[in-house]
């Protein structure tokens, strides 16, 4: 799938009538260090906050990173 279609689910999920999703966790991981797309990550955080006036509420956000790239240097 490409960018817009992956938003486009998500809107579809997280815009849902009440009763399919009460609260929102959105995480940033997957198989790999996710400090490596800040770029993507920046992405999907305004798209996120974009729509979450529209949200029943407001959601958690979670990164989860190995450390890789978590460094007192960056």
């Known amino acids: 799938l490409d960018n817009l279609e992956k938003k486009a689910r998500l809107m579809k999920h ?3 009538p009440e009763g399919v999703y009460n609260k ?3 995480s ?3 198989g790999g260090e996710p ?3 800040l770029n993507l990550i920046e992405d999907y955080m305004n ?4 729509i979450e006036e529209h949200m029943k509420s407001s959601p958690w956000y979670y ?3 190995n450390g890789t ?6």
């Not at 798209?47 to 974009?50: G, K, L, R, S, V």
């Not at 790239?69 to 960056?74: P, S």
């Open 28 to 30: 940033f991981t997957g």
């Open 35 to 37: 400090l490596m797309y």
């Open 24 to 26: 929102a966790i959105i």
């Open 63 to 65: 990164l989860y990173t």
């Open 69 to 74: 790239l978590a460094n007192i240097e960056t």
């Open 14 to 16: 997280l815009l849902a």
């Open 47 to 50: 798209f996120f906050q974009d």
